[in-house]
């Protein structure tokens, strides 16, 4: 479903398109992951910052799912760089806040520890739509910006999170459509039930509980090989 974009070429977007595959990762407000948390911790390593962090750009708020170096986990957008960040499909640097009219007069000095120099690229799903971005601050300006070492490992580092959230999402829709299969199975008149070649049970269905008089969502070593109606 998702891959980063780094080609220069994301097409035009709604707000409301990218907002609706934002809420369907379901990453928001979500604890902390390990894979998120150490793509944070090789950005900063590798750039050779004091903060790294995974941002997502919710409708008025931007959100840390992963964060080095800072406890700030959300600020408004108004006070944001990854909300202009996410505007754009190329690398996205800051050398110097102070000397940036975009940025110097948004209370950025109180809201993100008096930041100075940004660096970020976007988080991409294959429409094109902006999730949010991965990105390294610091509190000094650097007037050099990022090496393109730095800047191939930022894109390397984002993929990964593409990847990660692309498979949490296929993960998510899989457990809906087991659940609606569930539900379906339940419904059903007669006994039915999953078993694996040696026989173990896997899945039951209501039915079977109500008529073997078995514990519901018990699970017996004997399966169907054994006597059906063993219980009590």
């Keep these: 479903m998702s891959a980063c974009i780094d080609d220069r070429s994301l097409p035009f977007w709604r707000e409301a398109d990218r907002l609706a595959a934002l809420?369907?990762?379901?990453?928001?407000?979500?604890?902390?992951?390990?894979?998120?948390?150490?793509?944070?911790?090789?950005?900063?390593?590798?750039?050779d910052t004091p903060i790294a962090a995974v941002n997502f750009v919710d409708k008025d708020r931007r959100w840390s799912k992963a964060?080095?170096?800072?406890d700030i986990r959300q600020t408004a957008l108004d006070a944001s760089i990854c909300a202009h960040a996410i505007h754009h499909p190329d690398l996205f640097v800051v050398p110097d806040t102070h000397r940036d009219p975009r940025f110097y007069d948004i209370g950025l000095g109180t809201a993100e520890l008096g930041?100075?120099?940004?660096?970020?690229?976007?988080?991409?799903?294959?429409?094109?739509?902006?999730?949010?971005?991965?990105?390294?601050t610091d509190t000094r300006p650097r007037p050099q910006g990022a090496t393109q070492r730095q800047t191939k490992a930022l894109w390397a580092l984002a993929r990964t999170v593409l990847r990660e959230l692309t498979?949490?999402?296929?993960?998510?829709v899989l457990a809906e459509r087991e659940t609606g299969l569930a539900t379906i199975i339940d419904a059903l008149p007669?006994?039915?039930?999953?078993?694996?070649?040696?026989?173990?049970?896997?899945?039951?269905?209501?039915?079977y509980y109500?008529?073997?008089?078995?514990?519901?969502?018990?699970?017996?070593?004997?399966g169907w090989i054994g006597p059906l109606i063993s219980w009590s």
Excluded at 67 to 70: K, T
Excluded at 190 to 207: Q, S, T, V
Aim: hydrophobic share 40%.
């Design 23 to 47: 809420q369907r990762f379901g990453i928001l407000d979500t604890g902390p992951e390990a894979v998120f948390d150490d793509v944070a911790a090789i950005a900063a390593e590798i750039c």
């Design 67 to 70: 964060i080095v170096g800072s």
């Design 115 to 136: 930041l100075r120099f940004y660096t970020g690229v976007v988080l991409a799903t294959e429409q094109g739509l902006p999730l949010g971005t991965l990105c390294v």
């Design 167 to 172: 498979l949490r999402h296929d993960n998510m």
């Design 190 to 207: 007669k006994m039915a039930w999953i078993a694996g070649p040696d026989g173990r049970h896997e899945y039951r269905n209501r039915r």
């Design 210 to 222: 109500d008529f073997t008089g078995a514990a519901p969502g018990s699970i017996h070593n004997e």
